[in-house]
Each structure stands twice: as structure tokens, then as C-alpha cells.
């Protein structure tokens, strides 16, 4: 058995040089793909294929490994589709392709660029736009429908007759947004940041429900009610707070907002269109009773729009079952609670039950030697507590995720801002007797049972002001149903 677990231990060695490697030659298929298309040239290569699959033969399994590339080239060939793409200049953080996926289309690709007239040399049926692309979208078209019309903004585009017809999906997204979180717009004052074309759309959605007013905070002044964002204070009693910049998209994060929400001593609602991260620095202001709001809904919806466009079928009726599913498989479950209270073994139950990677960020600090036993050997506690945090910004950036976390993890407000980018943080409160039982002799800061219920009277109120969810009865399924119920309600 000892041997198993070390052949186990080299494969999953091999397996993470062959993923690298595999990531990075699926990005070159693509920036291959994209010399092809805007040179007219034909995707498939068989000449180059067949000597690919003539260099297996060197090796001894290479009837499996042709096998294998024959997969990579049809994987790659579908990178270099371009029929149907997004265009723009940072496009890290999209998760358009698998959105269009669940509506249906498939080969959906992406294509960065910094010139927009080069998607137009594209034999393309249908394009989406994102910023900062959308006014040249406008001015590109031929005919632009009512929305487009009334924000001087395109986002899509599909060719018609030899005609490329502009469409702002944006507008619906939006409207669906508003509608779908039940946003009451009526008579309150809105703030808007930025002044860009989502801005704009933005606006002209709001201006249906008859807002009281609605004001811009921006870097740069275009027009009427538009101010510093200096001056933020000037409208602490408005309240709606709606981001319409890029302030901490992925993998930009940033700590803190634009300005501080310490005297917004009314707001109601904040939104946020970034949706990577799940939770950005707007969403991480404020209390709790505050209604936060990410993009996602208008991502998925004005892809709804778009995608029905393209197939010529109303794929609108798909959005809130598109949404969920994204909604829950870009969430992050990060488990905190007492030592003792079965964070790991849960996390790697949950794992299993929701096909999430699990991570144990106990174990990924001990594999570099930097658990609590060995940091105390040379240093302190509080050295250790610094790595915990700079463990917790890494394993926050990436979803799908089940994070086990050390017990002492509520200790520091960053390292928990870090996890909540992406994360519900699920607080398994544990009943102390229980937690009495299983005290061993592992844990370093918990010797005896007095050293339990102190740390557990210290923690105890921290777990409660970070955690999204509490769950007391840890039965399993019971759990998946809950953390279902709260992530999609």
C-alpha cells in the first residue's frame, strides 16, 4: 500500500506539469486561432497534425498518446472558432463562453484585442463588445435598434443582409437586474459611479422608475450631474450606490472602495456590475441589512439577449436556471469555526457531494512547512497568523472551492476580507461539549480544556460577525440543502 500511495504521489506530480502545460499550449492554439481568422486562413492543419501524431511514435505507449492529441487538436480547433466571440481589451476575468454554453452555444470564444476594427476583418455571424469598445461598436453599425438608439451604446452586433445591426443587450441586462433582486427605484436618490458607456445605460434603465435624482461620481467631468468622486460626502443621504467602473475586477482586487460608506447613513441598496469577484470592495462596505447586488444577473441576462439573437429562438426563458448554476459553482464555501468542530472532514464530504476542489488550508500551509507547530520552533504566533493571511488571498482568487480553514482564521479581519471575495463563509458551530470530547494532543494553542473554552469565549462572536451562514446540525445533506437554499434565495 505504501507503494501505491507513492506511484499516486508522482502521478499527481506528472498531472500538474501536464495541466501547465496544457493550459499554456491551449492559450497559443488560440492566439494561433486569431492569426488564422484575420488572415483567411483555413483552422484545420492536418500536415501539421500528422506530424504531431508521428512524433508519438517514439514513445512506448503511443497508440494511447495519439489518442490522447487527437482530443487536444479538436479541443483546439474549437479555440480557433470565431463565429461567435466577445471582444475587448482585458478579458481575464469573462466567463462568457460558459454562459453562452449553458444557452446553447457552442464555440464561443474570446478575443482580445487593442483595436476594435479588427473584429470587423472577422467572417463573424455575431459579436458581443465589452469596454472599452462599445461607442466604436456604435459607430460601426449600420442600423441600431431602439436601445442602442437611446444610449448611443452597442454591445452586440450581428450581421443582417450584409449589414451589421447594433443591439444594447446591456439595457436588458440591467432592467433584468433591477427586477429580478425586486430594487425599488422609485423616488430614491441614486448615485452612479463612472461616466463610461455602462454608466450610460445604467442611467437611461433607472430613468424608467422615476428615481427622485440620480448623480454620477467620476475622475473625469463630461457633463451635467456629473462630480468629483471627491465629493462623495456631498451625497452621504442618497441611497443607492451603483459601481459602474472596473474598480477591482479580477485579478486587480483591491482592499478597499473607491471612498468610504462610514456616513451613507441611509443607504438601502449597493450594486456592484463586476462579477469576478463575486463580492468586490463596494459589497464588502456596509452592514449586513444592506442589499448587495453583483453583475452576474446582467451578465447572464444580456447574454440571454444576445444568444437569442444569434439562434433566432428566445433563449430569455433560460436565465434564472444559467444564473443559479453560475451562481452556485462561482461561489466559494469557506468553513470556519472552533479546532475540533470537523472543518475538514465536512469540507472534503461537501467536496465529494458538489464536485468542488477541496482545499485544507491547514494542510497546504503544513506542506510548506509553515503550520503553527513548526512556525513556533523559530517564531510566533503572529508570524504565523501573517502567512495565514497571505495562504488566504491565494486560494481566494480562484471558485468552486471548498476551504477548510484554521481555527483562528476569524483573527484577522484581512485575511477574512480576502475569503469573502468569492466566498459564503459557513460558520459550523459546533456545541463546546462536543468539542471537549475531541480535545487530542495536535492542536499547539489547546492543551487542556481550559485552553478550549477560552480560545471558544475569545472566537466565539468573531465566527458570528463573519459568517454569512450558520449551521448547527452538521448532518451532511442537510448542509448541502441549506448552503442550495441560501446561495440561490
Request: glycine share 4%; with cysteine.
Amino acid at each position: 500500500m505504501e507503494k501505491l500511495k507513492d506511484y499516486r504521489k508522482m502521478i499527481d506530480e506528472l498531472d500538474k506539469e501536464i495541466m501547465t502545460a496544457l493550459d499554456k499550449r491551449m492559450e497559443i492554439a488560440k492566439e494561433i486561432g486569431k492569426v488564422k481568422v484575420l488572415n483567411n486562413l483555413n483552422s484545420l492543419d492536418e500536415t501539421r497534425e500528422k506530424e504531431v501524431l508521428k512524433q508519438a511514435n517514439n514513445y512506448q505507449n503511443s497508440k494511447e498518446i495519439k489518442n490522447i492529441y487527437r482530443e487536444i487538436f479538436k479541443n483546439s480547433k474549437k479555440l480557433q472558432d470565431y463565429k461567435y466571440f466577445l471582444i475587448g481589451k482585458n478579458l481575464n476575468y469573462s466567463y462568457s463562453p460558459k454562459i453562452y454554453e449553458l444557452l446553447g452555444l457552442e464555440n464561443y470564444n474570446l478575443f482580445r484585442s487593442d483595436n476594435f476594427k479588427e473584429a470587423l476583418k472577422i467572417d463573424f455571424l455575431g459579436i458581443n463588445i465589452t469596454n472599452p469598445y462599445k461607442y466604436d461598436a456604435y459607430k460601426a453599425c449600420d442600423e441600431l435598434d431602439i436601445s442602442s438608439q437611446l444610449t448611443g451604446v452597442v454591445n452586440t452586433i450581428i450581421k443582417k443582409d450584409g449589414k451589421l445591426v447594433g443591439f444594447n443587450t446591456d439595457f436588458f441586462g440591467f432592467d433584468k437586474l433591477i427586477n429580478y433582486h425586486e430594487i425599488d427605484v422609485k423616488n430614491k436618490n441614486v448615485i452612479i459611479v463612472g461616466n463610461g458607456a455602462t454608466a450610460t445605460t445604467i442611467q437611461k434603465v433607472l430613468e424608467q422608475y422615476n428615481p427622485k435624482n440620480i448623480i454620477k461620481l467620476v475622475r473625469n467631468l463630461r457633463d451635467e450631474n456629473e462630480y468629483p468622486i471627491s465629493e462623495y460626502l456631498k451625497f452621504k443621504d442618497y441611497e443607492i450606490i451603483i459601481n459602474a467602473t472596473p474598480y477591482g475586477t479580477y485579478p486587480n482586487f483591491k482592499d478597499s472602495y473607491l471612498f468610504s460608506l462610514d456616513k451613507f447613513t441611509k443607504i438601502e441598496v449597493l450594486i456592484d456590475v463586476i462579477y469576478n469577484p463575486k463580492n468586490t470592495p463596494l459589497l464588502l462596505s456596509g452592514n449586513k441589512n444592506i442589499k448587495k447586488v453583483n453583475g452576474l444577473m446582467m451578465l447572464v441576462s444580456q447574454a440571454a439577449k444576445a444568444a437569442s439573437l444569434y439562434l433566432g429562438e428566445d433563449k430569455t426563458e433560460l436565465i434564472e436556471e444559467v444564473y443559479k448554476k453560475l451562481n452556485l459553482r462561482l461561489t466559494n464555501i469557506v468553513l470556519i469555526g472552533m479546532p475540533y468542530s470537523g472543518k475538514s472532514t465536512i469540507g472534503l464530504k461537501l467536496s465529494e457531494k458538489l464536485s468542488y476542489t477541496f482545499i485544507d488550508l491547514d494542510e497546504e500551509m503544513k506542506n510548506n512547512q509553515h503550520d503553527l507547530n513548526s512556525i513556533l520552533k523559530m517564531g510566533t504566533e503572529a508570524d504565523f497568523r501573517r502567512l495565514e493571511v497571505e495562504y488566504a488571498n491565494k486560494v481566494s482568487s480562484k471558485t468552486g472551492q471548498i476551504i477548510s480553514t484554521g481555527g483562528g482564521i476569524v483573527t484577522s479581519s484581512i485575511a477574512m476580507n480576502y475569503l469573502k471575495r468569492n466566498g459564503l463563509i459557513v460558520f459550523l458551530d459546533e456545541k463546546l461539549e462536543k468539542l471537549i470530547q475531541r480535545i487530542d494532543d495536535t492542536r499547539p494553542l489547546i492543551k487542556n480544556k481550559e485552553d478550549l473554552v477560552r480560545l471558544y469565549n475569545e472566537r466565539k462572536h468573531l465566527y458570528l460577525q463573519y459568517s454569512d451562514l450558520i449551521i448547527e446540525d452538521i448532518e451532511i445533506d442537510e448542509v448541502v440543502a441549506k448552503l442550495n437554499e441560501y446561495i440561490n434565495n
